[in-house]
């Protein structure tokens, strides 16, 4: 439980920085840390966390990266 929060602490102190960031990064960084924390807590509960993060964060990279081509198709920045 440990590790999850400080995964959770540095994925905020990392997010923090985000100004200067295009939407695009933005949607792919904060897509890949809510990943990265959501597969954490479910690996833990499988017994293998860091799997669980890894796995999660990509997948939550790709999905940012979806939902900002799909914010692009609509016609929002």
């Known amino acids: ?3 999850v929060i400080i995964l959770l602490v540095v ?7 985000c100004a200067n ?4 990064q933005q949607r792919v960084l904060s897509g890949g840390a809510i990943g990265a ?4 807590l479910i690996g833990w509960a499988a017994g293998s ?3 669980g993060a ?4 990509g997948a ?3 999905g940012g990266f979806l939902y900002d081509q ?5 016609g929002r920045p």
Request: aromatic share 10%; proline share 3%; net charge positive.
């Open 70 to 74: 799909y914010e692009k198709y609509q």
């Open 54 to 57: 890894a796995i999660g964060g």
């Open 37 to 40: 924390s959501s597969g954490a």
């Open 60 to 62: 939550g990279m790709l």
């Open 11 to 17: 994925a905020a102190l990392f997010l923090g920085g």
């Open 49 to 51: 966390p860091a799997a």
């Open 1 to 3: 439980m440990k590790k």
């Open 21 to 24: 960031m295009s939407n695009t």
